[in-house]
């Protein structure tokens, strides 16, 4: 979906798909495209009409065509074990059947997996968030007086607090948008809180793990590592800011 | 030559105070060729004063108690001890580019202090404190000397004088003198050197003239059948002039009056050099010991402005009138007509009343009437491109309040520290990042700079330019590569460390001289020390150090088992030095240091070991929050970029309004910590206590701000924040990183709650 130039404005995408006989031929480079460089099989979102909504189209490319190309692979913060690669589309040669849905129907597919991808960044966010806090639990838990007894610092503890009764909110959320997607009901604004939360915890309780644990967490370790793996999560899948955009026009609509 | 102890005699008899040997005149002696015995000073200083006779100190106390109830009167300034000092605003100047220094001249002028003369001491130190000052910095461009003084000692006095001279001679910023209650004797004769007086009109001034007061109770003595008899060698017969129990003869009387005349003659010769319009003759008229009230003193004129300084522009109109823009209005035939409650004399326009409007706003007024064209200066820009981005928005009444203005050698530090890490350190900070590899070529550019030796006492070695200058190089370091700016904070820390430590003075001299990179393993770090016959073993592991993996020096500061603070300079070959993968500044070579029985001098122990970590630890702070105040300012500036050409939703990003208040926060949060920042550097370059605590919140501020600042130029990036291009990613890691760096944010909360609970 994501291009150099449309990201959170995914509609702004420029990548082109032109009708050859029965068959499609896209141009234009995919950025960000999770993992692109090892898939075999791509979903395309390419521009089949001067539309800005209605002009998308969605595709299925498989790696193997004819002009799909790998370009650049991005060096980022985190999840570094999972590449981020450019997709180039050169004149590639798409059959018409592999035309997802109907033709214009690009957006309304992309939302919707978005929808579903968001519940899946958030469920990764919860991830990230209950490893940090294990990994302050760990630390906290260790820090007894004589009598056996918990004697961190209260800053700690109460961060703990703080950041368990975040990551069940969180869950929570989460786990009412998952449902209501299993009933086939629309989740929107539902998965976009979700997101909203979870991402936001996962960033809090990594940062507070290599704050809480201190320099040596600082160096090479897993507090560290989540914490530029959470970074991420309030990035893709739509920024927190477009969570919020979903979730104030689904309120005031 | 007698020594002190039998020149004490007469002062040591009860009911005095021994005061302690005051040094002997300055004035035109200097560097010695005194003919005088020591002892002679001592005998007599009790009474050789500048001084309203005691039957004043009486009316003082009654026009204190006055001004305090009717409160018209203006302010009373803080205690002299109080190393704080009072800024004013210029009037009307919102961005306050141009401040007055206030120096209160409160109580009896003496260096000692001498409860004898109600002196808390201290005068002269904290004047000449205030007027380097305000040489130093070019946003002062006057002094406002508040005196309220009923006189002093004769020394202190003259030394003071002597001190406003100079001050005068060697800056272009006019020196005035407001007097409170009372401006007499020493009171005046400090003024005499002020380039303009204003009085209010029940100040009492005037009392020009010496007193040597002598106690004698020779004639008690005798009749209770007790007498004092001194032992004298035949050639020294005056040994016990002056002595209480003694009559004085004619001739020790004319010997004394001698003095006294002698004191006198140099007074009037202060007040007639000081005082144009008046003559000689005329001096002596007035200067008969009596006091007068202000509005009679108007009358007499004996407070006229123009100081020898002004007449040199008379002679020479492009001297100073050029750098003023404009001459001064000096209509001397006019004051006589102007009604007398008004005691201003020779500035601003006519019709204000100063008495009401109290010495602040007066001084405000005098700079409304005559400074508003000196210095026009250029600004201070904050971020790291052009625009300035700090706001100027102190309101003109905020005394006290520090002011953001760099003065000449600051910016010069400024200026080279921009260009340096335009050429050299930015290029480089993306890639050594990236590889983890060491900025060697910004360090050779550093040393190259000197800037080594920046905050570094010039007594040991350093450049002795403050505090606040290495804030400034850091700062500007820090927003094109926090690695470089790490590492000269841990070469300053560790020469702040060992500054004034004789033992550590080689090791110093090679971190100022770039010879080797030093590293600084603080007490965080829980290092044991044990005394190893004249030296010291360590032990333990410090996790994580930057710039340790490349330091050829650690200065380490550890305690031994009874808890004794001891710094020790240790050659990093005898430690265990690895490196780690650190989650920030991966340019400056963070590396864990591990010491086991390794042996090392002891530079300082105890009370010295203690004060040199406490240098050192609010030098880390304070850089540190330069540091973050940099990076913060970086992280705004990328985002701003970025957000004002990257188009979304059919226009620039930084057109959403929840995008645009992000950097609104990002910038009202780290300029407010950089104002934190700047006034602890200030505080430290003042050697004021309260640094300690200033540092603390300016380092707490400073990072908290800059991670949001961060935090939200990779939101505002989107994916590309995201990646290692933009820079941003590499300033939310060091800033995450510096967060758990000396002490730890947590401690830091916990060391402030002392002071926070007193």
């Known amino acids: 979906l994501s291009e150099a130039g449309s990201g959170s404005d995914a509609a702004a995408l420029v990548c082109e798909a032109k009708r050859d006989g029965d068959d499609w031929v896209l141009n234009g480079p995919k950025l960000w495209i999770t993992t692109g460089s090892e898939a075999g099989l791509y979903i395309v979102f390419a521009r089949t009409g001067e539309d800005r909504v209605k002009g998308i189209s969605a595709f299925l490319v498989e790696r193997q065509y004819p002009g799909v190309g790998i370009g650049k692979k991005e060096r980022k913060l985190g999840i570094k074990a999972s590449p981020t690669v450019e997709v180039t589309l050169d004149n590639v040669r798409v059959p018409g059947a592999n035309l997802l849905g109907e033709e214009g129907r690009g957006f309304t597919i992309a939302l919707d997996t978005l929808d579903g991808g968001r519940l899946g960044i958030a469920s990764q966010a919860l991830g990230i968030a209950a490893a940090a806090i294990e990994e302050i639990r760990g630390h906290l838990a260790d820090q007894k007086d004589s009598k056996g007894r918990p004697s961190a610092s209260q800053e700690a503890q109460w961060k703990l607090a703080d950041l368990a009764a975040d990551l069940d909110a969180s869950r929570f959320l989460t786990w009412r948008a998952a449902m209501l997607r299993d009933a086939g009901q629309p989740c929107g604004p539902q998965a976009a809180m979700a997101k909203l939360k979870a991402s936001k915890l996962a960033n809090d309780a990594a940062r507070s793990a290599v704050r809480i644990l201190g320099a040596k967490a600082a160096a090479g370790s897993t507090a560290e590592r989540l914490l530029r793996d959470a970074r991420i999560t309030e990035i893709y899948e739509g920024a927190t800011d477009i969570q919020r955009l979903v979730v104030a026009r689904s309120l005031l609509a | ?420 890490v335009a050429d050299v350190v930015e290029p480089a900070a993306l890639e050594h990042d990236e590889h983890r590899t060491f900025v060697q070529g910004s360090i050779d550019g550093l040393a190259e700079l000197g800037l080594f030796g920046l905050p570094i006492a010039e007594e040991a070695g350093g450049f002795g330019l403050g505090t606040l200058s290495l804030v400034v190089a850091i700062e500007e370091l820090a927003k094109g590569c926090g690695s470089t700016a790490r590492l000269l904070t841990g070469q300053c820390v560790c020469g702040k460390v060992l500054e004034g430590l004789e033992a550590g003075t080689d090791a110093l001299e090679k971190l100022v001289g770039g010879e080797a990179l030093g590293a600084f393993v603080g007490l965080e770090h829980g290092i044991a020390a044990t005394a190893d016959g004249d030296g010291l073993r360590l032990d333990g592991t410090a996790e994580l150090v930057t710039g340790a993996g490349k330091a050829g020096m650690l200065v380490v500061a550890a305690r031994t088992a009874d808890g004794e603070a001891v710094v020790a300079v240790v050659d990093a070959a005898n430690a265990t030095v690895e490196d780690v993968p650190a989650v920030g500044f991966h340019a400056a070579a963070p590396a864990k240091v591990s010491f086991a029985g390794t042996s090392a001098p002891a530079v300082a122990r105890g009370a010295d070991a203690e004060a040199a970590i406490a240098r050192g630890e609010t030098t880390a702070w304070i850089a540190g929050a330069a540091t973050a105040v940099g990076t913060g300012f970086a992280s705004i500036e990328a985002a701003r970029r970025h957000t004002a050409e990257r188009i979304a939703f059919g226009k620039p990003l930084a057109k959403q309004q929840a995008v645009a208040h992000k950097l609104v926060e990002s910038r009202r949060a780290v300029d407010a910590a950089r104002h934190q920042t700047w006034h602890a550097a200030r505080l430290a370059d003042l050697g004021d206590a309260g640094v300690r605590d200033a540092a603390l919140h300016a380092r707490l501020s400073a990072v908290d701000a800059a991670l949001r600042a961060a935090d939200e130029a990779i939101q505002s990036h989107g994916g590309y924040g995201y990646t290692v291009e933009y820079h941003v990613e590499r300033h939310y890691r060091d800033m995450q990183m510096l967060e758990t760096l000396e002490h730890g944010a947590e401690w830091m909360r916990d060391a402030l709650v002392a002071s926070v609970l007193a």
């Open chain 2, 1 to 420: 030559m007698t020594d002190g102890t039998q020149g004490q005699g007469p002062s040591a008899t009860p009911g005095q105070t021994p005061p302690r040997p005051p040094m002997p005149p300055a004035r035109g002696r200097e560097g010695g060729g005194d003919a005088r015995p020591t002892s002679f000073y001592v005998a007599i200083f009790v009474t050789l004063l500048l001084f309203v006779s005691a039957g004043l100190n009486v009316v003082l106390l009654f026009v204190a108690l006055f001004s305090s109830s009717v409160g018209s009167l203006g302010t009373t300034a803080g205690p002299l001890d109080d190393s704080s000092y009072d800024v004013v605003s210029v009037g009307g100047d919102r961005s306050a580019r141009k401040r007055v220094l206030r120096i209160p001249v409160e109580g009896a002028i003496a260096e000692q202090a001498s409860p004898l003369i109600g002196a808390a001491g201290g005068t002269v130190s904290f004047v000449k404190r205030h007027l380097e000052l305000a040489a130093r910095d070019s946003s002062i461009v006057a002094v406002l000397l508040d005196i309220n003084s009923p006189g002093g000692g004769v020394t202190a006095s003259d030394e003071i004088h002597r001190l406003i001279r100079k001050f005068d001679e060697e800056n272009d910023k006019p020196v005035v003198a407001m007097f409170g209650d009372m401006a007499a004797s020493g009171g005046y004769y400090i003024a005499a050197a002020c380039d303009e007086i204003w009085a209010r009109p029940t100040t009492i001034t005037g009392s020009i003239g010496v007193i040597i007061s002598t106690l004698n109770y020779a004639e008690a003595l005798e009749k209770i059948g007790v007498s004092q008899d001194p032992i004298l060698d035949p050639r020294t017969p005056h040994k016990d002039m002056l002595s209480p129990s003694k009559k004085a003869d004619e001739e020790e009387i004319a010997i004394v009056r001698s003095i006294v005349s002698e004191m006198y003659e140099r007074f009037v010769e202060i007040v007639d050099e000081g005082r144009e319009q008046l003559d000689r003759d005329q001096v002596i008229a007035l200067a008969d010991g009596r006091i007068y009230s202000a509005q009679a003193g108007v009358g007499q004129r004996p407070r006229r402005s123009d100081s020898r300084h002004r007449r040199g522009v008379r002679a020479d109109p492009r001297a100073r009138r050029g750098r003023r823009g404009q001459p001064r209005r000096v209509p001397p035939q006019a004051e006589p007509r102007r009604p007398p409650v008004r005691c201003r004399l020779d500035l601003g326009p006519p019709g204000r009343d100063v008495v009401r409007a109290g010495p602040r706003a007066a001084a405000a007024q005098h700079d409304r009437a005559a400074l508003p064209l000196l210095l026009a200066r250029r600004p201070l820009t904050a971020g790291c491109h052009t625009r300035p981005t700090h706001p100027q928005t102190l309101p003109t009444s905020s005394f006290a309040m520090q002011h953001f203005e760099l003065n000449d050698e600051q910016s010069q530090i400024l200026d080279t520290t921009r260009k340096f």
